[in-house]
């Protein structure tokens, strides 16, 4: 697994007294868009932060039709899975694993299609041309997971305690 960023420039990054958890994602979205790094190549410690960043803001942002319409989902789904229990948000992670499981289980052509053609190409193919797909209730369940479990303080413990034994270099 490869390492980007160095102990000292975490350290600088917790005592700045800002958001550690969102500023270290967005110099993962700098190294990721800088290099040929997959995120998927990083220690599981960047995959946490930077999938439970994007899976929480597609989410927010649009619901979980949003997320698995897009291509995040291909990439991020069980990462994001792992991100979430890794942190120690479990009930997010179940939510976020229950709709899933509701999509395989409600719609043929998803169940069918979605190691053939993709996460997304499968989810928008079983919910724009067949209507199989119904999962608006997880998508408040998700907010309430994480506000009950409080998801940033927990991505932000999980950092900082990262920092205090040694970081990754």
């Known amino acids: ?20 958890a969102y500023e270290l994602f967005l110099r993962i979205c700098d ?21 439970t960043f994007v899976i929480e803001g597609e989410i927010c942002n ?11 989902a291909q990439e ?4 994001g899975i792992d991100g979430f229990n890794l942190i120690g948000a479990h009930k997010t992670a179940n939510v976020f694993s229950n709709a ?3 999509i395989l289980e409600q719609s ?13 190409n499968a989810f928008n193919k079983a919910n724009d041309i067949y209507d199989q797909i119904h999962i608006e ?3 408040n369940q998700f907010y309430s997971a994480i506000a009950e479990e ?7 413990n999980y950092i900082m305690n990262a920092a205090l034994k040694g970081w990754i270099e």
């Open 137 to 139: 209730e997880f998508d």
């Open 150 to 156: 409080g998801l940033t303080h927990l991505r932000l």
């Open 1 to 20: 697994m490869q390492s980007i960023i160095s102990s000292d420039e975490i350290n600088k990054v917790i005592q700045s007294k800002t958001d550690c």
């Open 108 to 120: 043929p052509v998803f169940r069918k299609e979605h190691t053939l053609i993709g996460i997304q």
């Open 100 to 102: 899933y499981a509701m």
């Open 76 to 79: 991020f789904n069980a990462m």
């Open 31 to 51: 190294i990721a868009n800088g290099t040929s790094a997959s995120i998927s190549h990083l220690h599981k410690l960047y995959q946490m932060v930077y999938s």
């Open 62 to 72: 649009g619901g979980f039709y949003q997320y698995y319409g897009n291509s995040t």
